[in-house]
Structures are given as structure tokens and as C-alpha cells.
């Protein structure tokens, strides 16, 4: 059965960060000159995970079930955050997470990071059954546009739906963004779950014009050698 627009963008979004995770899994990627790796997969996760609650959730919570379905999404949203400010703290030296080890930071990411994919892929198969593919369509752009201005930084303890949700974000993407500048932090001006930005599939999502350059295969300038 093919995928919708929705389900192929949550796939990349996945992808993406699974891309990002790799680097940062090594031992070497604790020391300071290689913290941008940790950085990007920080920061790429946390948006997700703040633009899935603005824009996923509340059609999820239209569903059948869907209050239980966001009070489950919810629950490994906070441990997946939790983690993540443990990975931050120990990246950056923090007296309360030195006793950690690397690797036990990462089993435990890895496992709720395992646990989100297969309830968020879940969740969007039911929207995808339930939902028009116009909708499903706009509603993937949104996912896409809202992941680029999200919080850089997970507040688990902040709210996470609804107005005061939404409106919590948007303070922590500013905040997040004074705190990134301040601390170095190395994070993508470009969301890295699309790494082909400017391909057929986000133009699509994104309603923009296809350059000709993009269909077009390019071309060996005269003399030179392949």
C-alpha cells in the first residue's frame, strides 16, 4: 500500500535523525571540538518533538481513542526529553551527569528513541486512514515549516499541548536561540531530516516553484574528464 504525504515526511523525519545520531554515538564525540555532532541531533530531535505536539497531535486527538493516544505520545515524549538533557549535561560537562557513561546515555536514547518512531509511525498510519490525502498533505508541510522554528533545547517539564503548548514554544525558540549563541553551540540552519531541501518532494510539500536545474541531469563542462 503506498504511504501518504504525511507518513513519507515523519519516515524522513526519522531517517534524519537516525542519520544524525550515528556520528554521535562515538566516544570521541564527547570532546569539545566534535560537540557540533551531538549538537545537530540534540537539536533536530527537540524540534520534532515540539513541532509533532503543534501540529500531529491534535488530529490524533480526533481519533478513536485519541485522548489515550495522546496521553501514551505524551508520556515518552517526557522520557525521550529527559534523556536528551542528560545527553546535553554530560556533553557540556555537568557536575550531575559526569558519573554517567557515554554508552549508557546511548542505550537508553537508543531505546526511546526505537519507542517513539513505532508510536509516532502508528499514529500517523491512523491519521492516514482517517484523513483526506489534501489534508494529509497540508498537514505534512505544517510538520515541515513548524520543525524549523521550534525550541533547539527539550523542556520536559513545560506544556506541551494546546495554547499554553504552542505558546510555550514559540518562548523557548527564543530563549533556546540566546542560549545556542551564547554557549557555541553548533546548531543546522537547514532541518537536516531533509537534506535534499531543494528535491522534487519538498517542493512538493512546500508549495515552491521546481527549478529547471532540478529536472534537468547535469551536465560535464567540455574538456573535462570523468
Same mark, same amino acid.
Given at each position: 500500500?503506498?504511504?501518504?504525504? #504525511? ?12 542519520? %544524525? ?10 570532546? /569539545? ?29 480526533? %481519533?478513536?481513542? !485519541? ?6 505520545? #505524551? ?22 551527569? %559526569? ?26 498510519? #491512523? ?37 499554553? !503548548? ?15 549563541? %551564547? ?42 574528464? /570523468?
Amino acid at each position: 500500500m503506498m504511504k501518504s504525504m #504525511l507518513e513519507l515526511a515523519v519516515d524522513r523525519t526519522h531517517t534524519g535523525v537516525q542519520l %544524525l545520531a550515528a556520528p554521535a554515538h562515538a566516544p570521541e564525540a564527547g570532546r /569539545t571540538d566534535l560537540r557540533h555532532e551531538t549538537d545537530s541531533f540534540y537539536a533536530i530531535t527537540a524540534q520534532h518533538l515540539a513541532a509533532a505536539e503543534d501540529v500531529l497531535l491534535p488530529h490524533v486527538r480526533r %481519533l478513536p481513542d !485519541g485522548r489515550s493516544h495522546v496521553v501514551s505520545y #505524551l508520556h515518552q515524549v517526557r522520557q525521550l526529553e529527559r534523556a536528551l538533557r542528560l545527553l546535553k549535561a554530560r556533553q557540556y560537562g555537568d557536575s550531575r551527569a %559526569l558519573h554517567l557513561r557515554h554508552s549508557d546515555v546511548w542505550h537508553v536514547m537508543d531505546r526511546l528513541l526505537a519507542d517513539h518512531e513505532r508510536m509516532e509511525a502508528g499514529h500517523v498510519r #491512523l491519521l492516514s486512514e482517517s484523513l483526506s490525502p489534501a489534508l494529509l498533505g497540508n498537514v505534512a508541510a505544517q510538520l515541515l515549516a513548524a520543525e524549523q522554528v521550534a525550541p533547539t533545547r527539550a523542556h520536559p517539564h513545560s506544556p506541551h499541548t494546546g495554547r499554553a !503548548g504552542r505558546l510555550t514554544h514559540k518562548i523557548w525558540r527564543l530563549v533556546d536561540t540566546t542560549w545556542d549563541n %551564547l554557549e557555541g553551540r553548533v546548531i543546522p540552519t537547514i532541518y537536516a531530516q531533509h537534506p535534499n531541501r531543494d528535491s522534487t518532494f519538498s517542493h512538493y510539500l512546500r508549495g515552491s516553484r521546481i527549478p529547471a536545474s532540478a529536472t534537468q541531469p547535469e551536465r560535464t563542462p567540455a574538456g573535462s574528464q /570523468t
